[in-house]
């Protein structure tokens, strides 16, 4: 990987093979294979509709989605037989395109139910109301937030960005290996993409791996990925470095999906 | 038929000895009960209003008039009712005022049948005058037998800082029927926390039907709260009518958890300008529990201000049923209307049932209403599990959340925390 040649006998993390995943009955992933190491950042990049989501919310474990042939491997484990809630304990994140409300229960209740699942996981006590505070109140600092969104039902009447902004925060709570960010960056104002991406920064390091998916190339402005993948009809059609992000916001994706039907 | 002429017998039996004693209003308030009741009998299907609640249960059903308990519970038996020890209270056996149990306050907090005699004009003035019998057979049976219950009254400009606690238990042992008969009077300017609570120390079937009549004067405010936590065979149908004055505030909560089979009317006059209404209800069944609620929201003045929310959380093979209807009054204008009414199935066999009726007359209004039936999220429910949260503790937790979203609008800390332990529990099981 360009710049990145340390790493290259690292560990992967997550190891995707020949990855074919239908839904409602059509085939939406059909084939792909993708390899992230230990501390990378890989950026997933592709025009609306290839499966992006697909693939995030397929990693996560979502029901809809049917596996059809393929492999995914997290810490050398198979990742595909395990329940969501097994994969978020063993530290798969989600960050959703599209967050979800939960009425009657506050955004710290959820949280902390959420972190206290984790916590059982490996062992560890469970934080009792007052102790979560304490380790929501740096978190919260991170995104920019005060805890007033807290009393909050979770996502209920929070405008787009603020959502996106709930699911970092999660991710900053939840301390994950992998983290998948599905568009978060969509809906967000510069000063809120800003925020965000500041927050994943800080949460880079050795041991965290991230999935970025986007669209656009203007969180990878602030965000700087070791690879960067194009996803055109349910393959990945390409892959390089940072520069491969620039060189789409140039040409748009037309050339690569062109490319995927002939192949 | 055969059980209307017992229920009237009864009453002719009751009204010769036990009531003889009433003054000369008060009879003909029960006369004109009776003859109503006689003149209408139980619903039936048929009837609009009862689509889809059988009574029969009740209505074929032999229940005596409840008679003075034998024995007066002690304070350790009704205290898993109470939600504070201090502060005011009356406690209300089989429908029979408990001394012993109650703390009440002069004429202000006090039992019905102690106020007709000493507050006669106060009483004759409000009671009946609100809750309508022409077309509620239950109404009207509970007009006929009215002589005990609680009355509330706050002066004006006063605060009642504690709520007040209205306890009516049923022995359970027997299969009786009380009606209590319930006046709260909130004077101009004046303000007060009720809590009313329906409960059972026994298991066995038995028939509550009560009235609460609710008056509140202008600028006033009172937060009522309704807790039916009846005996799981019990059958339970009340009305609650309030009746608002001009810049005055209701919240009205009402939680049914118990009974067999209930039903509750619950009827709102917004009879001055400029006044508040919240509705807010749960209902939490199971097993082939069934819950009626029937509310009527009438706006007959302007610039008026009703929210209403409605959750029912339905298991096994109980049954939820939903009326929410709203009138807004030729010149009720400016009026701003609000209804919805969820309903979480939790078993394929469990039903729900929810009809909004809107009646318009008005054209300057924002009246909106929603209603929901269905299964619990799949989609929060990934959400939830991508989490960590395991799949029973999910689907715990956002069925909680359906009944928090409800128990969450109530302001006493107390209420709100024994509401919430009840849940948890029903949850649990
Ligand atoms: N739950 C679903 N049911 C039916 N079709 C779906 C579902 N999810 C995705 N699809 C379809 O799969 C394709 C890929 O969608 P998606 O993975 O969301 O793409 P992307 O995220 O790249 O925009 C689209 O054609 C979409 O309509
Ligand atoms: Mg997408």
Same mark, same amino acid.
């Given at each position: 990987m360009p710049g990145h040649g340390t790493r290259d006998t690292g560990h992967a993390l997550l190891e995707v093979k020949g990855l074919r995943v239908a839904v409602?009955?059509?085939?939406?992933?059909?084939?792909?294979?993708l390899a992230i190491r230990e501390g990378e950042v890989h950026a997933i990049m592709g025009p609306n509709g290839s499966g992006k989501s697909t693939l995030a919310q397929v990693l996560a474990g979502h029901p809809a989605y049917t596996v059809l042939a393929g492999s995914a491997k997290y810490e050398g484990k198979g990742l595909l037989s395990m329940k969501p809630e097994e994969r978020a304990r063993a530290g798969v994140f989600l960050a959703f395109q599209y967050p979800v409300e939960?009425?009657?229960? @506050?955004?710290?209740?959820f949280l902390r139910s959420a972190l206290n699942a984790l916590r059982r996981e490996r062992g560890e006590p469970e934080l009792d109301p007052i102790d979560f505070l304490q380790v929501l109140e740096q978190k919260l600092k991170a995104i920019g937030w005060d805890d007033s969104m807290m009393n909050r039902p979770v996502n209920e009447g929070f405008s787009g960005g603020e959502k996106k902004r709930n699911e970092i925060?999660?991710?900053?709570? &939840?301390?994950?290996?992998?983290?998948? &960010?599905?568009? @978060?960056?969509s809906g967000l104002d510069i000063d809120a993409l800003k925020t965000v991406a500041h927050a994943v920064n800080q949460l880079r390091g050795p041991k965290r791996s991230f999935l970025i998916v986007t669209h656009y190339q203007r969180l990878l402005n602030h965000i700087t990925p070791d690879v960067v993948h194009v996803l055109a009809d349910g393959r990945i059609v390409k892959s390089g470095g940072p520069e491969l992000a620039h060189e789409l916001e140039a040409k748009g994706y037309d050339w690569l999906r062109d490319a995927a039907m002939v192949s | *038929?055969?059980?209307?002429?017992?229920?009237?017998?009864?009453?002719?039996?009751?009204?010769?000895?036990?009531?003889s004693g009433a003054p000369s209003w008060l009879k003909d308030l029960r006369e004109g009960g009776i003859a109503r009741f006689h003149d209408l009998g139980f619903p039936n299907m048929k009837q609009e209003a009862w689509r889809f609640t059988s009574v029969a249960p009740i209505a074929e059903g032999s229940f005596e008039l409840a008679q003075p308990p034998a024995r007066t519970p002690k304070l350790d038996d009704i205290r898993p009712f109470l939600l504070f020890e201090t502060g005011y209270r009356l406690v209300f056996l089989d429908g029979f005022f408990q001394p012993s149990l109650s703390t009440p306050f002069?004429?202000?907090?006090?039992?019905?049948?102690? +106020?007709v005699a000493h507050r006669q004009d106060l009483v004759r003035q409000h009671l009946g005058t609100y809750a309508a019998t022409q077309d509620r057979p239950f109404s009207a049976l509970n007009t006929a037998?009215?002589?005990?219950?609680?009355?509330?009254?706050?002066?004006?400009?006063? @605060?009642?800082?504690?709520?007040?606690q209205l306890l009516f238990l049923a022995s359970g042992a027997k299969q009786v029927v009380s009606h209590p008969r319930n006046l709260v009077v909130i004077e101009r300017e004046a303000r007060a926390s009720i809590v009313e609570t329906y409960a059972s120390l026994g298991q066995g079937p038995y028939w509550t039907n009560s009235v609460t009549e609710v008056v509140v004067g202008e600028g006033a405010r009172v937060d009522y709260h309704r807790v039916q936590r009846e005996s799981e065979r019990a059958y339970h149908v009340a009305t609650t009518q309030t009746h608002q004055g001009r810049d005055s505030t209701v919240h009205l909560h009402t939680v049914a958890f118990g009974a067999a089979l209930a039903r509750h009317d619950i009827g709102a006059v917004m009879a001055g300008p400029g006044g508040t209404l919240i509705l807010n209800g749960l209902y939490l069944l199971a097993g082939q529990q069934h819950a009626d609620h029937h509310t009527t929201i009438d706006h007959a003045a302007d610039h008026c201000e009703s929210h209403e929310y409605f959750n029912g959380v339905l298991d096994e093979k109980s049954r939820g049923v939903f009326t929410g209807r709203i009138i807004v009054r030729p010149g009720a204008q400016k009026t701003d209307s609000k209804q919805t009414n969820n309903n979480l199935l939790l078993s394929t066999d469990a039903h729900a049932d929810s009809q909004p009726q809107l009646e318009i007359y008005a054209d300057d209004v924002k009246c909106t209403h929603g209603s929901t039936v269905g299964p619990l999220d799949p989609?929060?429910?990934?959400?939830?599990?991508s989490r960590g949260v395991g799949e029973a503790e999910a689907r715990r937790l956002m069925t909680y959340g359906f009944a928090a979203e409800i128990l969450g609008r *109530?302001? +006493?800390?107390?209420?709100?925390?024994e509401l919430d332990r009840i849940v948890r529990d029903r949850l649990a099981a």
């Open positions: 409602a009955g059509n085939e939406i992933l059909k084939g792909v294979d939960i009425r009657g229960i @506050t955004n710290s209740y925060l999660q991710l900053a709570v &939840l301390e994950p290996r992998l983290a998948i &960010l599905d568009e @978060t960056d | *038929m055969a059980h209307v002429e017992q229920l009237v017998g009864s009453y002719r039996a009751w009204a010769a000895n036990g009531a002069f004429d202000d907090i006090q039992s019905l049948a102690h +106020v037998f009215v002589h005990e219950g609680a009355f509330v009254h706050v002066p004006a400009k006063a @605060t009642i800082a504690e709520p007040i989609r929060a429910l990934f959400y939830l599990r *109530m302001d +006493v800390a107390a209420l709100r925390a």
